[in-house]
């Protein structure tokens, strides 16, 4: 039994009068135009070819990146606006989440906006005075609820309509990344309320950009690209797809942005020093290049996952005293992590020609965010002989929204009295 | 193309969320009516300044000017005013009553035809309180009201809630892609308003300027009105009411057809 069904869906953006910012009709009739400027000139395809169904009690999360055609999809299901071709069946009734409190009237009483609200959501007065006490205690908007609505702070409004829209009671809620809105305890609120909705065997359609959230949330997942599916199915191996697909493309975002830059002076105080490179250059790192397992290069790693630093280097004449170093830092530049061959007894024995010094991280257990790196090669007492300083960068990605930088493998265990289920009791990534 | 099948299942999705329609409209009522200190009488600020304009200039001014078989003249005005600012207004707020309304259009399904129904359905009842002042003018005038006549106002009623209700969901959606249609519309009501037998009776109307005033079909309502409301007598004008239903109708299923097929631009251009 589908509750959503999407077959071959197209849907076409049409821009109308491209000369026209406001159209006159005035203009429209001297200009002899009026059909023209009513045809449309421009079109933009925001939807190719998208079929799913969606069972009965389901949770979907739709993700992509902005304007890859998620919102439309989610309009087009509550039935805002038509498809341009294909089909979409739904069963029951939908209450749509896409702003709250849409069309709420500033100077009449929260109350009679309940009503109204209620009503265009598809309730009759009947159902929504059966629902009022719920409605009123759910947003906690206590005696103001007879005050007008411009009275209310956006923290007010945004709860009576995030109120009134679950109380329609659908058999099919679409919510567009509200959950991005309001604080923390009203975001708890929605969560439970999802919850609830899915115990009730509801079925649920939920646009985000908290990847995080549809993973603990959703029996399945959508990815949209340009209006197309990417990927669709299992959650996790969905989103898994989509993070190296933005990684991909950060990837090459990053490395244009940084070119390595060639600073031969030595810098007054070696520890707040900027970036920069200096050395003797006896020995010559002449690239850096951060690895993934497999092999490919890349600059955006998901945490926990191994990296390889690979240095290539190269020495004019053969050396003896040479130590090795990495160190990684934030991106304000705190120290998270550094070592060299020297500390850890490495014995140096010859260093001549070219080489490769690969530095193994088995696992990036850092939490997310942009790092930078320093490599260096130098002398036992530290005379440097080429260090790269913060010349390299990388990104950790992650879904959890953890803090600080270090995220050491962890796990919950519960006994006795506390009972605890659900996401957040193994940590992802242990 | 033109398919009464498809009006009818408008109407049909009108009438199922009539509830929503009566609380839109009673909003809007409540809405104007407490902001403003004045309050209820602003809407019949404009009727009524009308009505002491033209009585003044007909009556003290130039009282030779006028029909002298008009015994009550600024009674006779209002029977004319009273509907002709329902239908103004409803042409003019619903230029913007898809405009006013983009974050309803883009993020909420809804029946976007209820915005310009609100609007007529509010000047319905700013109407009917109209008509209570015009029972009390009447009854001042000793003029009587409760005739058999009076049967007839509903039909009139119902035609020009049709005509206003058609040529407003044509103006709304018009309004959408031409925004200077509520300014043009302007210039076309005070022109329309001279071109219908509201300040002066059909009959004073020159013979031979008559088939162009019968092709107005607010020309009908307003004789129909005074017909009714003012002068004495049975009304026995069925059929040039007829003309003004079937012009009403007309304008119903384009104003839908065009309203529909624009509709899907809407979420779009507001």
Known sequence: ?430 | MISGGHVLASLRQLLRYRALVVSLVARELKARYRGSVLGFLWTFVNPLLLLLVYSFVFGVVMPGARAPEIEHYPLFLFCGILPWTWFSQSLTESCVSLTGSGSLLRKVMFPAEILPAVTVFTGLVNFGFGLVILAGFSIYAAVPLLTADLLWLPAIVLVQLMLSLGLGLLLAALSVHFRDIRDLLGSVLTLWFFATPIIYPYTQAPERLRPLLDLNPFTHLAVAYQEVLYVAGPYRQGARLGIAAGVALVALIVGYLVFDRLRETFAEEV
């Open chain 1, 1 to 430: 039994m589908s509750a959503v069904e999407v077959r071959d869906l197209h849907k076409l953006y049409r821009r109308y009068g491209r000369r026209k910012n406001f159209g006159t009709l005035k203009s429209a009739l001297l200009g002899g135009r009026l059909r023209a400027d009513l045809r449309p000139d421009a079109s933009f395809e925001a939807l190719k070819d998208v079929s799913f169904t969606l069972a009965r009690g389901r949770t979907l999360g739709i993700v992509g990146r902005n304007g890859s055609g998620k919102s439309t999809l989610l309009k087009l299901i509550a039935g805002i606006g038509r498809p341009t071709s294909g089909t979409i069946d739904v069963e029951g009734r939908v209450s749509a989440l896409i702003e709250l409190g849409a069309g709420f009237h500033p100077e009449i009483s929260g109350r009679e906006n309940v009503f109204i609200n209620g009503m265009m959501l598809g309730l009759s007065k009947r159902e929504v005075a059966d629902r009022f006490d719920d409605i009123v205690r759910f947003a906690e908007i206590g005696e103001f609820i007879d005050a007008p609505v411009k009275t209310y702070s956006s923290g007010m409004y945004m709860r009576l309509g995030f109120a009134v829209a679950v109380h329609v009671d659908p058999d099919v809620l679409l919510v567009d990344e509200v959950l991005a809105v309001g604080d923390e305890s009203f975001t708890h609120k929605c969560l439970d309320r999802f919850a609830d909705l899915k115990r009730q065997q509801k079925t649920i359609v939920l646009v985000t950009h908290t990847l995080d959230l549809v993973t603990r949330l959703c029996d399945e997942a959508l990815w949209l690209d340009h209006g197309r599916i990417r990927a669709q199915g299992d959650p996790k191996r969905v989103i898994d797809a989509y993070l190296l697909d933005v990684a991909a493309t950060e990837d090459a975002a990053v490395s244009t942005a940084r070119p390595v830059s060639h600073q031969d002076s030595l810098p007054q105080d070696m520890t707040t020093a900027a970036e920069g490179r200096w050395g003797s250059r006896e020995a010559e790192i002449a690239g850096v290049e951060l690895r993934h397992a497999h092999g490919a290069p890349g600059q955006v790693f998901r945490s926990g996952e191994p990296m390889d630093i690979v240095l290539a280097v190269h020495a004019a004449r053969e050396l003896t005293d040479f130590v090795f170093g990495v160190a990684v830092y934030s991106a304000d530049g705190v120290c998270c992590y550094g070592t060299n061959t020297h500390i850890e007894g490495a014995q140096p024995q010859r260093l001549s020609g070219k080489g490769e010094v690969v530095f193994r991280i088995d696992a990036l257990d850092l939490t997310a965010g942009t790092y930078r790196l320093d490599v260096a090669v130098h002398r036992a007492d530290g005379v440097p002989y080429d260090y790269h300083r913060l010349l390299y960068s990388f990104r950790v990605t992650s879904t959890v929204k953890d803090v600080g930088f270090f995220r050491p493998k962890h796990g919950w265990t519960f006994s006795g009295g506390v009972e605890i289920a659900g996401p957040g009791v193994s940590s992802e990534d242990s």
